[in-house]
């Protein structure tokens, strides 16, 4: 990973640099309802997180590497609001 790291006492985790879209239109029509249209990408959503034994980073010692990844696909919604 060309990555950015997030530091937690327990644990690190690192995610790449690559970034992900969204976008959103909203518009309020008669009746006061509110259309809401929503577009978000279909890139791979990964991370390598590190865990380390007695529970604190400081001692650096790794007990667990896992490297995850996963793929919801392109999101597309309409979310309409008002008040009923």
Not at 13 to 20: C, I, L
Not at 37 to 58: K, L, M, P, Q, W
Request: net charge negative.
């Amino acid at each position: 990973y060309n990555e950015f790291k997030v530091y937690d006492i327990d644990k690190t985790e690192q995610y790449p640099k690559f970034g992900s879209y969204f976008a959103w239109f909203e518009t309020q029509s008669w009746a006061d309802l509110i259309y809401r249209f929503e577009v978000r990408d279909s890139r791979d959503r990964c991370r390598i997180r590190t865990r380390y034994i007695n529970g604190t980073i400081a001692n650096g010692v790794i007990d667990e590497i896992e490297d995850s990844c996963s793929d919801a696909g392109p999101v597309y919604a309409i979310k309409i609001r008002g008040t009923f």
